[in-house]
């Protein structure tokens, strides 16, 4: 079984940053990838960032702002963002996908901006 565990969220005003982590812990053969995803009151979820290999993909709306790393050695991933937007206000989820196609997802950690 594969637990993820968030953290890093928080109160901040808009134009500050956070830094989320996301530390992947139990039986865990091969990480295809890992992302970010984020769920605001009333929305539906979706994605955030995403690491994949090399290569990342982020939604329109944080491309610029936010940064997607992992560290493999470490079965972490981390979300930076910088210069904050009220409507950034969500639960942010971490996701693992492997290569067998199961998903995990970790519980969620609440940013919120205010203005």
């Known amino acids: 079984q594969v637990q993820l565990v968030e953290s890093g969220g928080g109160l901040v005003q808009a134009g500050g940053s956070l830094r989320l982590s996301c530390v992947a812990s139990?039986?865990?053969?091969?990480?295809?990838?890992m992302g970010w995803y984020r769920q605001a009151p009333g929305k539906q979820r979706e994605l955030v960032a995403l690491?994949?290999?090399?290569?990342?993909n982020y939604a329109d709306s944080v491309k610029g702002r936010f940064t997607i790393s992992r560290d493999n050695a470490k079965n972490t991933v981390y979300l930076q963002m910088n210069s904050l937007k009220p409507e950034d206000t969500a639960v942010y989820y971490c996701k693992l996908t492997d290569y067998g196609g199961l998903h995990y997802w970790g519980k969620g950690t609440l940013v919120t901006v205010s203005s």
């Open positions: 690491t994949s290999g090399g290569s990342t």
């Open positions: 139990g039986i865990i053969f091969s990480i295809d990838s």
